[in-house]
C-alpha cells in the first residue's frame, strides 16, 4: 500500500484541515467504490438520485467556492474535488435534449463558473475510489486533485479515480470505479493550459468544448458561456446516469451562490403538441379581437373597426 503523504490541503488553515479530514474518513485505505466524492441532494425533495423525464427539471442552489474547478495555484490550477458540495448525478429515463445551466442567484455576482458532465451509462457513479497511484504535479494524489476536462482513459492521468481502470485495490490492479465517458466541459474563466503549468498537464480552456469520444451517451453537444454563467446543452442525450461536477475558475474571487439547474426538453411531439394548442389559442384570441372590434350599424370609422 503507498503511504499517504500527510500533507495538508492546498489553501487550507490547520482548522480546516480537521474539517477535511472528516470529509475524507474513508480514504484511509484503498478499497474500492469508497465514495471518493460525495454526491448532493437536489431541491424540492428530489434526493441524490432523481429520474428526468423529458419535461421535467431538477435544481440546486449553494455556495461556489471562487477556484475549486480551475485557476487555484496551490493546485497547479487543476480541479478540487473535495472543496465544497459541488456533485450531483441524474438518471435519464429517455431520449431528449438536455440542458444544464450553472449562474448566480445574483445575476450581477463577480463569478466565473465551469462545468463537466460525465457518462457512467447503466448504473449511477459510485463516488470513486479514493486513492488510486495517481499523483499531480503539485503532489497531491486524486481525487483531492484531479483532471476535470479530460477524457476517462487509462492514458489520462487524474481521471483513473473515476474509471473503469486497473489501479486500485490492495495489489493495484483492480478497477477503480465505474464512470464511462467525459461528454463536455464549459468554462468562463480564464484558460489555464498545460505549457504554463496544470496540476494534470491537462488544457483547460474558456469556452463550451465536446471531448465526447462516441455517440454512445448523446448525438451532439453545444452550448455557450457568460461574464458569470455557463451552460450545455445536450442533443438527444441518450437515457442512463450521468454526472456533474462544478464551482469557480478564478482565484480570489468569494465564495457564491449560484443555481444549477438539469432541464429534460420536452419530446418532440409533445413540443409540436404544445405549439399547436398555442397557435389555436392564438387564433381563437385573433378572432375574438376582431370580432369585438367589429364595425356596427352606422359605425364606419376605420378606427372603431381596426384591430388591436
Known amino acids: 500500500m503507498r503511504a499517504r503523504t500527510g500533507r495538508r490541503a492546498p489553501g487550507t488553515s490547520r482548522g480546516s484541515c480537521i474539517v477535511l479530514a472528516g470529509m475524507l474518513a474513508t480514504a484511509s485505505s484503498f478499497s474500492l467504490a469508497e465514495n471518493g466524492v460525495a454526491l448532493q441532494n437536489w431541491r424540492d425533495g428530489a434526493g441524490a438520485f432523481p429520474s428526468l423525464s423529458p419535461g421535467e427539471r431538477v435544481e440546486a442552489v449553494g455556495g ?23 456533485w450531483w448525478r441524474f438518471h435519464l429515463t429517455a431520449a431528449t435534449d438536455v440542458v444544464v445551466h450553472l449562474a448566480p442567484v445574483d445575476p450581477g455576482a463577480a463569478f466565473k463558473p465551469g462545468l463537466t458532465v460525465w457518462a457512467s451509462g447503466d448504473t449511477s457513479f459510485d463516488g470513486g475510489a479514493s486513492d488510486p497511484d495517481e499523483v499531480a504535479v503539485n503532489g497531491w494524489d486524486t481525487p483531492h486533485s484531479f483532471n476535470a476536462v479530460g477524457q476517462v482513459a487509462d492514458d489520462e492521468k487524474g481521471t483513473w479515480w473515476m474509471g473503469g ?24 474563466g480564464p484558460q489555464r493550459l498545460a ?8 488544457d483547460i480552456l474558456w469556452g463550451v468544448h465536446d471531448v ?9 453537444i453545444s452550448g455557450n458561456v457568460g461574464g458569470n454563467w455557463a451552460r450545455l446543452v445536450f442533443h438527444d442525450m ?40 398555442l397557435g389555436l389559442l392564438g387564433a381563437m384570441s385573433r378572432r375574438y379581437r376582431i370580432h369585438r372590434h367589429a364595425p356596427g350599424p352606422g359605425k364606419n370609422s376605420p378606427t372603431n373597426g381596426s384591430l388591436s
Not at 485557476?71 to 487543476?78: A, C, D, H, K, Y
Not at 486497473?166 to 464549459?186: I, R
Open 64 to 86: 461556489m467556492p471562487g477556484s475549486n474547478y480551475a485557476g487555484n495555484p496551490r493546485l497547479e490550477n487543476s480541479a478540487w474535488a473535495h472543496l465544497g458540495d459541488t
Open 165 to 188: 481502470f486497473p489501479h486500485c485495490g490492495e495489489s493495484g490492479d483492480q478497477p477503480c470505479s465505474n464512470m464511462k465517458e467525459t461528454l463536455a466541459y464549459a468554462m468562463s
Open 195 to 202: 505549457t504554463e503549468g496544470t496540476g494534470w498537464n491537462e
Open 212 to 220: 465526447s469520444v462516441s455517440d454512445t451517451y448523446e448525438k451532439g
Open 238 to 277: 441518450q437515457p442512463g446516469w450521468y454526472v456533474i461536477f462544478a464551482g469557480g475558475t478564478e482565484h480570489g474571487l468569494p465564495v457564491t451562490d449560484m443555481r444549477l439547474s438539469v432541464t429534460a426538453v420536452p419530446e418532440p411531439q409533445s413540443f409540436a403538441m404544445l405549439l399547436a394548442g
